[in-house]
DNA sequence: TCCAAAAAGAACCTTGAAGTCCATAATTGG
DNA sequence: CCAATTATGGACTTCAAGGTTCTTTTTGGA
């Protein structure tokens, strides 16, 4: 009882205990990304992770905490990747990067799998409610990510005074599932590419001197 | 055996047969696209259906195969009623009144549960390849309304040679598909909108002549 | 009206996944 | 180095979901 609580946080487990910790919840992650939350069995994580069942119940008290910190943790790292390439961002050039290495990203895999955050969302969002508004706001944050480059652009003279950011990077973020979406049912990065050309011709509409 | 194979197709089903048949696959549809498939029971479909356990048995050999019959209905409902809006469109005022339905459509239950076809797509695409191809099948069948009307716009002139309608219908599905995702997850239909009329806009600049 | 075939209803079985518990091994502090 | 605490392994229990089978009811044609 008392150490349910205490091992939520992972403030007074020693070295091991984390390390386990880590595990399970790494392997939690890759097989619900790959196989789908629903599919995926604690017995299974409990073998990917090299652990035992008692293990997973000492760290999680039931498969929904789990399934809590598989979302934390996609979406920290989901962020992080994308904040690489648009903490920066203040020009077309920069956007064009980020697409690039999306593109490639997703073509390394043949579309497969769609997007860590996106097919949770997809999965979950009608199921828990709670789970659904931390998703919700880890896409505003995201979409933030893009808004704020967009705005950047805006002020340094990149943009119109026109463009709308916000309006521009919920497009954007729309374009970006969308075309997660599509290439993985089609197994093909291509309509990803497709899509995200679209998403920055629209914004290449606002550039403040024709052309790119 | 022979029972198997012959109640497949409804071939030689009494009215009444059929009738069960049809009630229980409308509400496996329904529930599946609510809730999900992994989420939704068997006993969960006979109740809504008002029928038994061995009627399930008798009118589909396993869950899987009313999966697929479920995934049918779903597309051929969907691809009905964008054509209802696409099978004449040759214009950009065509497309926005396409837009308008939908984006209707959505907010009717305020962006909840996705796209129909899309959220099918995300749980199983991963999961079984048969399933997964078949919707490819349907989204192009779906995405090809769309080019057409877009081919048609162009030969009458609304749009300029130099537009591609392929490339322009693959970037409009991937706005409906992100549409609905980040609608569903931010439970507003507000995104469904900015994102076709992103597409919209990407198509507009290829409008033969300036503006609207 | 009666009979054969089809459909419906409900009890039953099997499997697999979640969750529980306890004995043993490892670790850490005094 | 010993005791107390923490981590581990694996067996066990429970439960729900899928699937099966049998009996009863309904239907439709001779």
Redesign the interface.
Known sequence: MADQARDKNDARLTERGRATRNRILRAATDMMY???V??TTLDDVRTASGTSKSQLYRHYPDKDALMRDVVALQASEVLEWHQQYLTRLKSLRGLERWRDALVERVALREG???CPL??L???L???DEGI?KT??QH?EEWEGLLRAGLERARDSGALRPDADPA??A??M???????Y??A????DP???K??L???I??IR?YAADEGS
């Open positions: 790959v196989r789908g629903a599919a497969a799998y769609g996106g097919s969302a997809s999965e969002a009608d199921q659904r998703l919700a896409f309006a521009l919920t497009g973020m729309a374009a970006v599932q969308g075309g979406l599509l993985q049912t089609a197994r291509g309509p990803m497709i899509s050309d679209m998403a011709d629209h509409a």
